[in-house]
């Protein structure tokens, strides 16, 4: 019998094939196949129990379903399974929810972060079990995540009636640094200041220095790649005047000369942060963007596993290197391999983002490659080979003139060895200053005094908020892109000018969770989760317990004492704001109004609430992902009941994740004849007669491809006009 490959991407299985050869069989799980059910208290699909935790899963749609069926014929037909999910601990977790489905007694678990011959043959000559530990860490962030998001959203979010939809561990962590940087421009009041220099005949232009001193590396300094320089701040016209007409009045020479030579070491190869900051900068990709050119590379074998947090190497990775380096530029090999210190907290689960060979140069793959995924190749290919050549050496040269009481600062960098910058340049290294000696008079050619005005603080694009969010500990490289991506969706965030800029309703949201739930807003105490995470990952800490002292110690009284603060938020947000608070508060004001209005407009309808049985509220939204220009909220008090617009059906519904489940008798065991889902039944009423349809069963395709899929039943079968007869045993 055949060995069994379970694998997470269909995109693999082609050049897993190729390398595996006859005598196995390759299936692809589509990614996750199970999820939390959405029952029991607040939908969590768990309980929390006094010392232990129940969790209930379900597949995660109707695809699933299908696949998990195709998985159990092939494991039948199997003599043995090998579990070849991603190598992470999300990869880990849908490893072992592969083995529950399927009921799996002894699963080989196999890890590669690349697919290559030599990496994929090696795996599976040296399987392990599942990891447990990994394993509970997965579990415990799925369990978590769902607790803050589902209870914070249903019983905090829902109840503002601003149309918000969701809260979230670390969509909200994320979000706040997005507003306060926002809060932080909206205060800001710019002031005038001037620069000064002069220009010198000799062919050098010098700033204006209060001391002749040396100061710290700043944003005036020529070698920082992008920056303009500039003089010590002046504050005064007068000063600025004074200073010009002094460089004009006196004579001037050179005071100091000081040059010396430094050595700039190669930056690490690149984790899943660099990369995304690289290639936003460089490429313009959003983070989504690169992830998702990456995991082509990825499948196709091009590059390693690009969701990771280590900057190490493989040892034979590095040997080829050299050789490269040996062969095509022999100058800029080192004398021995560079080791690249790791980042605090990072798992160093395994290697960095590579090219699996160092030979495949990007102008041979370009010709191959879309032009997307050859520019990122292109981008990671350079980063990995500069992390292991020469240093780069600099001349650095600083001179200070003097005219009258005032100093005036020059600075060169020449590059007189290009090192690992002959692959990536991070350096400017252009400015070249004459030959001068201490004492040498110099020869004034102009003096002048720009005014120029202090800027607020910039918003982060895309890459510099990845960069915050690994150095606040908010977050793993898996979550960077998806939590970006949800801040949109949820209209929380726009991008502007290439930035991102929080919305009225995302910082009015983000404001009422600064006074409801501050503690969740603040990166210290996400990145403590994440640490605890870590913990259970390396087996230090029981999940289960954990997750039970959190919400017993933490969360469970904070969403009470949440919950108690609501009705004075909203009376707060109800009172009418005076003329000085408007102008003071700017647009944050400006929202409250508007949600003032909103619900000074709300109406009773005639729907019950389906919890409680009350009155529904009809609330006004300003959401353009709503149906309808309103949503109904239960106005009974302790209540938090909404319900939204199904414009098809015509009626009022629950979110999705409080629907109750699928019935498993509505499928039926037949594909739709277009994507391969299971069909449905589908039952509707047509001139006062009760009919059964047969339909695809994914909402999306049965609104674009599957739209012409319809089985119409006739006389003990199902017939469509454009698929013909479908028989079924039980129809």
Known sequence: MPNLLLIESPGKLKKLGQILGSGWIIKASMGHVRELANDGEDALGFDLGGQSIDCRYRPRDARSKKVLSDLRHAVKQADRVYIATDPDREGET???????????????RVVYSEITPQAVKAAIAHPRTLNQNLVAAGRARDCLDKLVGYKGSRHIVWSLNNGAKSMGRVQSATLHLLCVREREIQAFVPQDYWSVWVNYQEGFKAFYRSS????????????????????????????????????????????????????????????????????GAKL??????????????????????????SVMLSAPFCESVRQYLQQHD??????????????????????????????????????????DAARLYELIWNRAIASQCA????????????????????????????????YWNNISANTVLPPLTQGQPLHLEQAQ?????????????????????????????????????????????RLHQGKL???????????????????????????????????????????????????????????????????????????????????????????????????????????KCPSCGGSMNKVPSRSKKLKAKHFLRC?????????????????????????????????????????????????????????VMLRCSLLENRRGKCKEVAFFQSRGEFWSPKFGTLKLPDA
Not at 349 to 366: D, F, G, S, Y
């Open 212 to 279: 002749p001193n040396p100061r710290r590396k700043s944003a005036h300094d020529s070698d920082e790649k992008g920056s303009e320089p500039e003089s010590d701040r002046v504050t005064t016209q007068e000063r600025a005047d004074a200073l010009v007409a002094m460089a004009r009045a006196h004579p001037h020479q050179v005071l100091q000369v000081e040059g010396k030579e430094a050595r700039q070491s190669p930056p690490p190869p690149f984790v899943t942060s660099t990369l995304q900051q690289a290639a």
């Open 635 to 691: 106005a009974a008090p302790g209540c938090s009941t909404v319900m939204f617009w199904n414009a098809k059906a015509k009626r009022y519904e629950l979110p999705h994740a409080q629907r109750q489940a699928l019935n498993p008798d509505q499928f039926v065991d037949h594909p739709c004849p277009v994507c391969g889902a299971l069909l449905e039944r589908y039952a509707y009423t047509k001139d006062g007669q009760d009919k």
């Open 449 to 493: 005094a720009d005014q120029k005005q202090t800027q607020p603080p910039p918003r982060y694009s895309e890459p510099k908020l990845v960069k915050l969010m690994e150095q606040k500990g908010i977050g793993r490289p898996s979550t960077y892109a998806p939590t970006i991506k949800t801040l949109k969706q949820r209209e929380y965030v």
């Open 284 to 309: 313009h990709f959003s983070p989504e963007q690169t992830m998702k050119v990456a995991q082509s590379l990825y499948e196709k074998g091009h590059i390693t596993y690009m969701r990771t947090d």
């Open 330 to 371: 022999p100058t800029n090999l080192p004398r021995k391999t560079t080791r690249h210190r790791a980042v605090k907290g990072s798992q160093e689960a395994h290697e960095a983002i590579r090219p699996t060979q160092v030979n495949h140069v990007p102008q041979q793959l370009q010709r191959e490659l879309p032009s």
């Open 391 to 422: 240093p780069a050496r600099l001349r650095k040269t600083r001179v200070v003139t003097q005219s009258g009481e005032a100093y005036w600062e020059a600075r060169g960098q020449v590059l007189e060895f290009a090192g690992y910058t002959r």
């Open 94 to 108: 849908i490893g072992w929810h592969l083995q529950q489905a399927l009921n799996l007694r002894n699963p080989q």
């Open 501 to 607: 800029q929080p919305t009225a309703l995302g910082l009015e949201l983000d404001g009422a969770l600064e006074t409801l739930l501050p503690d969740l807003l603040q990166p210290e105490f996400t990145a403590q989760m994440e640490a605890a995470l870590d913990a259970i990952a390396t087996g230090q800490q029981e999940w289960q317990t954990y997750l039970i002292d959190w919400h017993r110690s933490y969360f469970g009284p904070a969403i009470a004492q949440a919950k108690s603060q609501l009705p004075s938020l909203t009376i707060a947000a109800d009172r009418p704001a005076s003329t000085s608070d408007s102008s003071a508060a700017g647009s944050t004001t400006a929202v409250a109004t508007k949600t003032t209005t909103a619900k000074a407009t709300k109406t009773t309808t005639k729907t």
